[in-house]
C-alpha cells in the first residue's frame, strides 16, 4: 500500500462539518415540535390525575355524605380526619400526587359557580390562566 492509499480511506474535515450542520439542522427542526408534545403531554397527565383523584373525592363523599374540607384537603383521601367517624379510605393507594409540575393541586369546597368542589393545577407557570403549557387544568363536580 502506498501511503497515498492510506490518506484517502478517512473524512475530510469539510464532510464533518458539513453532517454536523445537517444534524444540527434537524434537531434544531425537531426539537422544538418534541418539547411541545412534552407540554401537551403533562397536561394531560394532569387532567388524568385529577380524574382518579375526582373518582376517590366520590368514594370519600358516598361513605362520609360530604366531601372533604378545603381545611382537610386532599391529604383526607389517605389519612383518616379526626373527627371523621365514617372515613372508610384510604381512598388512593398512593399518596395524593404533585402535579406534572410538581406543584399541589389546588383544592376548593365549595367550588365556583355553584360547583360541590373544585380542583386544579396552574401549569408550568403556577399562575392562573396562561396558555399552552401555562393554561390551567381544572375538574369540578
Known amino acids: 500500500m502506498h501511503s497515498n492509499q492510506l490518506l484517502q480511506k478517512g473524512f475530510t474535515l469539510l464532510e464533518l462539518l458539513v453532517v454536523l450542520?445537517?444534524?444540527?439542522l434537524l434537531a434544531g427542526y425537531v426539537g422544538p415540535k418534541l418539547f411541545g408534545e412534552v407540554g401537551k403531554a403533562k397536561t394531560k397527565t394532569a387532567a388524568s390525575q385529577m380524574k382518579s383523584i375526582a373518582d376517590a373525592l366520590d368514594h370519600y363523599r358516598l361513605d362520609t355524605g360530604r366531601y372533604p374540607s378545603t381545611e382537610q384537603?386532599?391529604?383526607?383521601?389517605?389519612?383518616?380526619p379526626n373527627e371523621e367517624s365514617k372515613w372508610n379510605g384510604p381512598y388512593?393507594?398512593?399518596?395524593v400526587p404533585n402535579d406534572p409540575w410538581d406543584k399541589p393541586?389546588?383544592?376548593?369546597?365549595?367550588?365556583?359557580n355553584g360547583h360541590d368542589y373544585e380542583l386544579l393545577t396552574f401549569g408550568l407557570d403556577g399562575k392562573a390562566?396562561?396558555?399552552g403549557e401555562d393554561a390551567d387544568v381544572s375538574y369540578w363536580q
Open 92 to 95: 388512593l393507594m398512593k399518596d
Open 129 to 131: 390562566g396562561g396558555t
Open 105 to 112: 393541586y389546588v383544592y376548593k369546597v365549595p367550588g365556583d
Open 73 to 80: 384537603g386532599l391529604i383526607a383521601l389517605v389519612k383518616k
Open 21 to 24: 450542520l445537517i444534524i444540527a
